[in-house]
């Protein structure tokens, strides 16, 4: 199921707090960034905090300028981003500015939490309550995010517990980092990110900005997903996958593919493209496999993200690229399109990979950027 891109954005200070122990919140961000941070919210979909950055904080969170709210409408846009609360326990302040400003709200809940949430927001406009079963499941959260209101941007705007949570399960597709320069100094003051077990290696630096006296740092994170479960990293790798079929040679009696072979820890071991260089009928897989020394130790974690699955049968080399994977030791495929019956019937090389032990991960969504570059080759099926 498709998600929306998900931004994390957070202010902390130098010591790594996101706020200090006073009951009034601390202002991290100068007049410079609260306005870049205007129209980040004026450039999301939906923007989606915890219940405890509720508590603590009662952020209005809708877009202050009215020239952005005036561009959103003129291009068909609600006036404001669909604001999204988080909870569990359901036990919200009716009072809290968060229901009294901004559109549409929307409170994810749990099974049990969900008519404590009702009672409290009896009467309040434009709040739906979305129960999503006994626990709060995230992937859930993104996908009724994505399906009934149609978000395809969300902002996280915090706190803590929810930044630290969408990047382990590895849910975050970016994250927008500002550093403060002052220190908190207190053992008890709530931290951006908390202890446990993240995705391995390094984010990907973006983007460094001066804004005013903070520092803007943007992150991707990019080591792959594990196991069945796609990660966001896995939908990016995905789509640069895609981007590469489209700098594939044209061909009336070959797919257009492209394919990135990417370390567990996010590095990219190599990419490749049918067609590539001299070889006229080389393919993406093949090709990108052939760069990397078999001896390679990062190959067993690896993840190969190819725009259509890995072929099974081919005329023009004795050994498939559902075999090439195998053997280089590679256990895990992501891919966006089936491949059609056009030049092998029956191809599964999904069910090839499968059979060896790889394990095979679909995005169907991103099916049409696969196909594009080969829709010459598919006549009315496409
Ligand atoms: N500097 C910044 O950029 C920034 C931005 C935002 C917030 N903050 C600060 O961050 C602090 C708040 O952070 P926080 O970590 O305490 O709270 P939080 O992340 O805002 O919210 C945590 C709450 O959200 C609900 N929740 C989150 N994940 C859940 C799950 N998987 N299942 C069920 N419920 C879930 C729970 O609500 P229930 O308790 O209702 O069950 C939980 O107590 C405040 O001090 C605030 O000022 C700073």
């Known amino acids: 199921m498709p998600h929306p891109y998900v931004l994390l954005s957070a202010a902390v200070s130098l010591d790594g707090c996101l706020d200090d122990t006073g009951p009034e919140r601390l202002l991290l961000s100068g007049p410079q960034d609260f306005d870049r941070v205007d129209e980040v919210r004026a450039a999301s979909d939906a923007i989606l ?28 846009l ?19 500015r968060f229901w009294r400003t901004g559109g549409r709200k929307a409170v994810y809940t749990t099974d049990g939490g969900a008519s404590r949430a009702q009672a409290a927001l009896r009467g309040q406009k434009d709040v739906e309550v979305v129960p999503v079963g006994p626990e709060v499941d995230w992937r859930a959260v993104l996908e009724h995010l994505h399906a009934a209101y149609r978000v395809r941007r969300l902002m996280v705007e915090g706190g803590g517990s929810v930044h630290t949570q969408l990047l382990r399960l590895g849910l975050a ?20 990110f908390g202890p446990g077990a993240y995705p391995p290696g390094r984010l990907r630096l973006e983007e460094t900005r001066p804004v005013g006296d903070v520092v803007l740092a943007r992150y991707r994170p990019v080591a792959p997903g594990a196991g069945p479960l796609a990660s966001a990293a896995d939908r990016y790798w995905l789509g640069l996958a895609c981007d590469l079929a489209r700098e594939c040679p044209p061909s009336r009696t070959a797919f257009s593919v492209g394919a990135v072979v990417v370390a567990e820890d996010g590095t990219e071991l190599a990419r490749g493209h049918s067609r590539e260089g001299d070889d ?11 760069k990397i020394d078999r001896a390679d130790p990062r190959l067993p974690g690896a993840t ?3 725009s259509l699955e ?14 090439l994977i195998l053997d280089a030791g590679v256990r895990r495929v992501v891919t966006a399109w089936r491949e059609p019956d056009t030049f ?8 090839v990979l499968a059979a060896g032990g790889a ?17 010459h080759l598919l006549g009315g099926s496409a």
């Open 49 to 76: 905090i915890g219940a405890g950055t509720l508590r603590a904080d009662d952020p209005r969170l809708v877009v202050r300028s009215p020239e952005r709210r005036a561009a959103r409408t003129a291009a068909g």
């Open 78 to 96: 609600p006036e404001f981003p669909l604001k999204v609360l988080v909870t569990g326990s359901g036990e919200l302040d009716p009072a809290a």
């Open 173 to 192: 597709d970016e994250l927008q980092l500002v550093l403060a320069p002052l220190l908190v100094g207190e053992p008890g003051a709530p931290r951006l």
């Open 280 to 290: 006229p009928v080389v393919h993406a897989e093949e090709a990108a496999l052939a």
């Open 304 to 306: 190969v993200y190819s």
């Open 310 to 323: 890995p072929c099974a049968r081919r005329a023009s080399r004795p050994a498939p690229c559902a075999r």
């Open 344 to 351: 092998v019937a029956a191809a599964d090389g999904s069910g």
């Open 359 to 375: 394990e095979v991960v679909r995005l169907p969504e991103y099916e049409g950027r696969a196909v594009e570059p080969n829709r």
